[in-house]
């Protein structure tokens, strides 16, 4: 889930640079996505094809969303599961910058992008951002969550992917050579991280959600791999490079096959598993009366 980029970065800072960290230079110097670029990128998303995991996670929010809040704004909303799993609430509503997935939502939706959102201070008592703020470069972070902040009247719940290796889940691109993220990933965060991103703000809890049956990929595994031309397959994001769909396949050489042995026997016999996403529920401090401002 993610919404329209629509601000200027600052001066002298890329627009959507991946951290790709081990990569050349212009592997991690990534063009800023266009509205149509991330619009195409959400068409080809299975809409309401979740598998066990992911229809866990919109379990577990819907079961961890206050239940006090009757009036919900889900930003990156998507075709609306998550609003539709948080019970009967006098008003909840969507937003999303893609036209096909507003078009299967069944609540009211708007389309909308951060950090600009149409809507006044305080106008909604919970504000959920779910698989949206890991696709937003540094700056436009900082803006998005303080978007939030404002229009929200008492909490924030957000949900972002885990202590995620971003080197690991590079794809390569087959037209341009560029390295990206292969879901347009351009942040990680682990508890520590995400307790920080709405300063002034109590954070009641922090917590993983899902099975633990993920596993971070080392540093030297990844590079491991990336020095044999071993690169993630598929995913829904086009190069932010050039706009490409082409990835580079993957080898078939003898020495590239032993590679992806070795480190995938590696990977599940000594790598700890983990939860794949973690979720944060943000409160308003009481002293806050500004409206929707952070302090």
Not at 75 to 93: E, H, K, S
């Amino acid at each position: 889930m993610i919404t329209e980029q629509v601000s200027t970065p600052p001066q002298g800072e890329p627009a959507g640079a991946a951290r790709l960290e081990g990569q050349p230079a212009q592997s991690r110097r990534a063009q800023p996505y266009s509205l149509r670029q991330v619009a195409d990128d959400y068409g080809r998303l299975a809409w309401s094809d979740n598998t066990e995991k992911e229809e866990r996670r919109l379990r577990e929010l819907g079961e961890l969303a206050p239940a006090d809040a009757t009036t919900v704004l889900d930003v990156g909303c998507g075709d609306g599961q998550l609003l539709g799993r948080l019970g009967d609430r006098p008003l909840r509503i969507g937003c999303d910058i893609s036209p096909g997935a507003l078009a299967l939502c069944p609540f009211p939706a708007v389309r909308a992008a951060l950090p600009d959102l149409p809507f006044p201070d305080g106008s909604f008592e919970l504000v959920t951002c779910v698989e949206v703020l890991e696709h937003l470069p540094d700056w436009l972070q900082v803006a998005s969550c303080a978007e939030l902040m404002r229009v929200s009247a008492r909490y924030v719940l957000v949900a972002v992917p885990n202590q995620e290796s971003l080197p690991a889940g590079a794809a390569k691109c087959g037209a341009c050579g560029a390295a990206y993220h292969k879901w347009g990933h351009l942040q990680s965060y682990n508890g520590p991280r995400l307790r920080r991103l709405f300063p002034g703000w109590t954070c009641r809890w922090c917590r993983p959600l899902g099975p633990r049956d993920t596993r971070t990929a080392p540093a030297w595994m990844t590079r491991l791999r990336h020095a044999f031309a071993i690169w993630q397959q598929g995913g829904s994001a086009s190069c932010p490079h050039c706009g490409s769909c082409e990835q580079v396949a993957m080898p078939s050489t003898l020495a590239a096959r032993a590679v992806r042995k070795l480190t995938s026997v590696y990977h599940h016999q000594f790598v700890r598993a983990q939860s794949p996403w973690i979720a944060a529920l943000f409160v308003r401090p009481p002293s806050d009366v500004s409206g929707g401002q952070s302090p």
